[in-house]
């Protein structure tokens, strides 16, 4: 029997089969899975094969191709990554500007890996129902930024409702995934726009204006007009790339853009004479926080080739 897996709990997977029953599975065997050493072999969105056993429950016993996933690689040495979810045809990356704050580098560094899967990204600035005039001028500014460079960019409210009819059209019929840091307002925008979803939310500490890591599995949730929609756990950051640097500027589109004009085909950005990427920056076509990001993933080569040295 095939199935879609729609939450993952631990070794548990809750699987949604073809003819519409949900069944409590277990993996069956050892999934070796090509290149990726990941923490859940098996992810949120993934099409198995299932055999249902007395006790009610399943195996699964095989998985099908991914089409792409939303990987995250864990910060620490042992180079474990987990699967945020599979086979997505967009993500939303909920920002908010404050409480908490999402930074730049945050944003950027989500954008590069989706770039890298080819999973297409929305930005949707949450709670702009309680930030100052410059909050709203900061969020304003972001908002041109990114919609120059080619994303999408909606502003919204999760607590008043506010611009929440923009996003309901962009869902329809869609599998998408919501990501971005703790307390941002992914399961209180869920719960906004599918009422029964009933998702657990908490308010941020006030000490830290940090979330307190309310979702702690990710869950896909059924849309009435077709579609899902992917709740995960907040991200504080992705950990370091390993890849080679020449490639790192493909996934920053208006970065790449521009290194079409260097002198160097293998042109770092850096230093190089005839650089057109330096020029485009001195000239504010490129933004000094697009190229700060750009550089720190550049830097997390070098600090993989310090690890491997030691
Ligand atoms: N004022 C205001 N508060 C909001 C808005 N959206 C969410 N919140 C609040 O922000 C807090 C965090 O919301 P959650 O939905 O739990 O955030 P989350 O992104 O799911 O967090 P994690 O599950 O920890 O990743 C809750 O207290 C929400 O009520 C909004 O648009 N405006
Ligand atoms: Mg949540
Ligand atoms: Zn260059």
């Known amino acids: 029997m095939k199935g879609l897996v729609i939450k993952n709990t631990g070794s548990w997977y809750t699987v949604k089969t073809d003819d519409d029953k949900t069944i409590e599975s277990k993996i069956k065997g050892n999934f070796r899975l090509k290149g990726i050493r990941s923490t859940n072999p098996v992810a949120v969105g993934d ?72 999973v297409p990204v929305v930005l949707v600035f949450n709670k702009n129902d309680v930030y100052s005039d410059e909050e709203l001028r900061y969020q304003e500014m972001m908002c041109t930024l990114y919609t120059q460079i ?14 929440i009819e923009k996003l309901r059209p962009m869902l329809n019929g869609k599998i998408t995934l919501l990501s971005g840091n703790s307390g941002v307002g992914k399961s209180t925008l869920i719960n906004l726009i599918i009422p029964d979803a009933n998702l657990r939310t908490s ?16 869950e896909m949730l059924p849309l009435e007009g077709g579609g899902y929609v992917i709740d995960t756990p907040g991200i504080k950051g992705f950990g370091t790339f390993d890849i080679e640097p020449e490639e790192v500027c493909s996934y920053f589109k208006e970065i790449f ?13 850096t230093h190089e004479p005839g650089c057109a990427v330096l020029k485009a920056l001195e000239d504010h076509y490129i933004s000094e926080s697009r190229y700060q990001s750009y550089l720190s993933m550049l830097h997390d080569k070098d600090e993989c080739k310090y690890r491997e040295a030691y």
């Open 150 to 163: 080619g994303y999408k960019c909606v502003t919204v409210s999760a607590a008043t409702g506010d611009g």
């Open 47 to 118: 099409r198995v094969d299932i055999i249902e056993n007395q006790e009610g429950t399943a195996f699964i016993t095989a998985i099908d191709d991914r089409r792409n996933y939303i990987i995250r690689k864990s910060q620490n040495l042992s180079k474990q990554s987990h699967i945020i979810a599979a086979n997505v045809d967009q993500a939303f990356l909920i920002v908010t500007v404050n409480y908490p704050h999402t930074s730049t580098t945050f944003i950027d560094r989500f954008l590069a890996s989706a770039e890298a899967y080819r």
């Open 257 to 269: 853009e521009f290194s079409k004009g260097c002198k160097f085909s293998n042109c770092t950005h």
């Open 203 to 218: 308010e941020i500490s006030d000490a830290h204006n940090t979330g307190m890591h309310t979702t702690t599995f990710s």
